[in-house]
């Protein structure tokens, strides 16, 4: 009987699996991906159906609501709209006193009034400073 414990958590670096949220498996083409965190723009969300756009221009629809997913995702995901999850790491400009966010696929994504001061917080505290 062959052994398998070479494939074990155990014997990968530990840095591996540190700061890092878990892939999303999408159904595809009879086919099962998972994307992870780092090539997801934004998710959009429709009801308990939910939209993932990555960073290579393709678009994703899983039977999950926006809510689950969150949970999933890293800090890096700010929900800035009932229907909107962003990857801050994509956000490349903001606009309109902070009420539209640009994102680097060409995509502007709103911000709704109660999530303005929350996202600007978040936005201005991170590595990642934004000049509107």
């Given at each position: 009987?062959?052994?398998?414990?070479?494939?074990?958590?155990?014997?990968?670096?530990?840095?591996?699996?540190?700061?890092?949220?878990?892939?999303?498996?999408?159904?595809?083409?009879?086919?099962?991906?998972?994307?992870?965190?780092?090539?997801?723009?934004?998710?959009?969300?429709?009801?308990?159906?939910?939209?993932?756009?990555?960073?290579?221009?393709?678009?994703?629809?899983?039977?999950?609501?926006?809510?689950?997913?969150?949970?999933?995702?890293?800090?890096?995901?700010?929900?800035v709209h009932k229907s909107?999850?962003?990857?801050?790491?994509?956000?490349?400009?903001?606009?309109?006193?902070?009420?539209?966010?640009?994102?680097?696929?060409?995509?502007?994504?709103?911000?709704?009034?109660?999530?303005?001061?929350?996202?600007?917080?978040?936005?201005?505290?991170?590595?990642?400073?934004?000049?509107?």
């Amino acid at each position: 009987m062959k052994n398998f414990t070479s494939f074990t958590r155990g014997n990968l670096p530990e840095n591996s699996f540190k700061g890092t949220a878990s892939p999303i498996s999408v159904q595809s083409m009879g086919r099962t991906i998972y994307l992870t965190p780092d090539v997801i723009t934004f998710l959009e969300g429709e009801g308990n159906y939910t939209f993932i756009y990555t960073n290579n221009g393709k678009k994703y629809l899983v039977s999950k609501t926006l809510k689950s997913l969150a949970e999933l995702l890293n800090s890096n995901f700010v929900r800035v709209h009932k229907s909107y999850l962003v990857n801050s790491d994509y956000v490349v400009e903001r606009m309109e006193d902070d009420r539209v966010l640009r994102l680097s696929c060409g995509k502007e994504v709103s911000v709704s009034r109660r999530k303005i001061k929350e996202v600007t917080f978040l936005l201005d505290h991170t590595n990642l400073r934004i000049s509107a």
